[in-house]
């Protein structure tokens, strides 16, 4: 029986295990897409205790407390950070087979050097020795994103945000990690929210652009567009319900907005001939300022009425969809190829049922303006665990090139995620070396390396064009 966690953990064969502590193990970070706030890395914030870092906005666990009973008191109330923290390690005890359970093991070990296993009984334990390791100055902010080995990341960014701690960090020349924006517009184009006439409010005073109508709404995107490339964006970002192609003439979608600007109600198909008519203009753009698409999709989001009213969006309470049309999809990307428009995209679905005919799609699309040029992204929340991971790599080994894969993002709000690379690759390199040992790839470490080191580090390098040395 193996131990623990132990240092070959999820590595079952000998190819596997070289194969990680060789390659993959000492290769740094790149994190193409995350969501943590850019101001506490500008204030290099110092955290109070193990349950702000780890409780503190994280629905992966509030979700599997409410399935343990848990009053919602010591999720998102008002008990105490250590009454928390007990509810959440008396969670983890019975989350066998949840990827949180590894995460939380391996962020203990990693971080705070704990080798126990946390649970409802030594919470109090655990609880002292994170929180006296947290007030030291390598626990800060900055201090954990530099242990992670981290050399870039990229945050998630309103067209309306003023960058103003992006500005900061670059101009701090202390640390040494490049913290870049990404555009993410989904409140330009979302007329059907309520705050929709508020919010372009927003955008037309901050880009100075009065907005009447498409035309002009198309303007001020185009400004605020200009102003995050200054500040080093080069990475958009989408999270659509599935991918729209219900197109219309622009007379038509300038009609739509024109009336949802007048405050009236607009029906699903305005909806959908709108959103179909904002994506193409914003990939168009990306392609002629060379950034990267990325669309994120198949999700159905709160879901529990009751506690949005009460809590808000990002709470826990999303789901897959299991609506998303392959035909739209490649609709909406050969309405951009057959101009020349198609930019650098990346798909990721939440509904792994999709992996198959996101690799069969990408394969239309591809050109040699870039190795991969278009992408699956990598098995993405409810997916981000080994059964997933290993699902979406297979798949896309068996329709495209894996070789080509940009591997691991983070996607999350907690500083302490960096360990997901770490499972990510030891899934990798199982599975590869698995391949290895039945004969399906010849033993030749030379290519392996090549293909481990790609995945890990470098083919995000190179896709995304970021300023970093390939290792």
Known sequence: MKPFLDKDFLLSTPTAEKLYHEYAERMPILDYHCHINPQEIAENKQFDNIAEVWLGG???????????GVDERYITGNASPKEKFQKWAETLEKAIGNPLYHWSHLELRRYFGYEGVLNGGTAEEVWNLCNKKLRSPEM???????????????????????????????????????????????????????????????L??????????????????????????????????????????????????????????????????????????????????????????????GCKRNNNTLMFRRLG?????????????????????????????????????????????????????QDSSAAGKLQQGSAWWFNDHKQGMTEQMTSLANLGLLGNFLGMLTDSRSFLSYTRHEYFRRILCEMIGSWVENGEYPEDYKALEKIIKGISYNNAIRYFSFPLKEM
């Open 58 to 68: 994280d629905h992966y666990k509030w979700r599997q407390m409410r399935s343990n």
């Open 140 to 202: 800060s902010v900055r201090g954990l994103i530099q242990m992670s080995c981290v050399t870039l990341l990229c945050t998630t960014d309103d067209p309306v945000d003023d960058l103003h701690w992006h500005q900061v960090i670059k101009a701090d020349d202390t640390f040494n990690v490049k913290v870049l924006p990404a555009w993410r517009p989904d409140k330009a184009m979302n007329l059907e929210a309520d705050s929709y006439p508020e919010y372009l409010k927003q």
């Open 313 to 365: 969006s990002d709470t826990g309470y999303d789901c897959i969809d299991n609506y998303a049309p392959a035909a739209a999809t490649a609709d909406f990307l050969n309405s951009l190829i057959e101009t020349d428009q198609l930019p650098r995209t990346i798909l990721y679905s939440l509904n792994p049922n999709d992996n198959a005919y996101i690799g069969s799609l990408i394969g239309c699309f």
């Open 204 to 297: 037309s005073l901050v880009s100075s652009v009065a907005i009447e109508d498409f035309a002009s709404l198309k303007e001020a995107l185009c400004r605020r567009m200009d102003y995050f490339a200054e500040n080093g964006c080069s990475v958009s970002d989408h999270g659509l319900s599935y991918v729209y192609y219900t197109p219309s003439s622009e007379e038509d979608v300038n009609d739509i907005l024109i009336k949802r600007l007048n405050g009236r109600e607009v029906t699903s198909e305005e909806q959908l001939k709108f959103k179909t008519a904002f994506m193409q203009f914003a990939a168009k753009e990306y392609h002629r300022r060379s950034w990267v698409m990325q669309i994120h999709f």
